[in-house]
T-cell receptor, first 112, second 111 residues
């Protein structure tokens, strides 16, 4: 069956370190993959999109990689700050319809 | 100040009652979406609309209804047929599926 998985356990890291979040999928062939940030009680906010033919995309302190062989995307936040604490969602666009499938999200907590 | 507005922030439903969640956008986006978010689950698509006066069912449309009479508005009605309505409801709009803009959500609870 089709599945998209993010680490359900919270990720706790120290301020200044690099946070790495994982998004794995099975039985999909996504045209692209997106990452969103969601704060408690708020709607998700779009961060980055990476296409199937791209290996890496960067935006300021954010970096996303996309490995279609491993069926995995990694989301990195360098020089992390307490303000980066939030839940991060990955979403992949499935097939010809570009229907978005969302993962459950990973809670990131950056300790000062 | 462009954006997407959901109201109310909190809503309570009594047994057998229909309730309507409002979603308004001034981004001039053609497409609008309704998602449901439950703890420990990914966002699930309820309904979406790509143009005025047209909408399609998503993955979990049973017990819900929508209308799209204006480009700016996409209200969601949670009917009494939805037996487990407690959830966080998110409305979104987009020019393309490559970037969704979400509202701040409505938390619906059952009394």
């Amino acid at each position: 069956s089709q599945k998209i998985e993010q680490n359900s356990e919270a990720l706790n890291i120290q301020e200044g370190k690099t946070a790495t979040l994982t998004c794995n999928y099975t039985n999909y062939s996504p045209a692209y993959l997106q990452w969103y940030r969601q704060d408690p009680g708020r709607g998700p906010v779009f961060l980055l999109l990476i296409r199937e033919n791209e290996k890496e995309k960067r935006k300021e302190r954010l970096k996303v990689t996309f490995d279609t062989t491993l069926k995995q995307s990694l989301f990195h936040i360098t020089a992390s700050q307490p303000a980066d604490s939030a839940t991060y969602l990955c979403a992949l666009a499935h097939g010809a319809t570009n229907k978005l499938i969302f993962g459950t999200g990973t809670l990131l907590a950056v300790q000062p | 100040d462009g954006g997407i507005t959901q109201s109310p922030k909190y809503l309570f439903r009594k047994e057998g009652q229909n309730v309507t969640l409002s979603c308004e956008q001034n981004l001039n986006h053609d497409a609008m979406y309704w998602y449901r978010q439950d703890p420990g689950q990914g966002l699930r698509l309820i309904y979406y609309s790509q143009i005025v006066n047209d909408f399609q069912k998503g993955d979990i449309a049973e017990g819900y209804s929508v209308s799209r009479e204006k480009k700016e508005s996409f209200p969601l009605t949670v009917t009494s047929a939805q037996k487990n309505p407690t959830a966080f409801y998110l409305c979104a709009s987009s020019i393309s599926p490559e970037k969704l803009f979400f509202g701040s959500g409505t938390q619906l609870s059952v009394l």
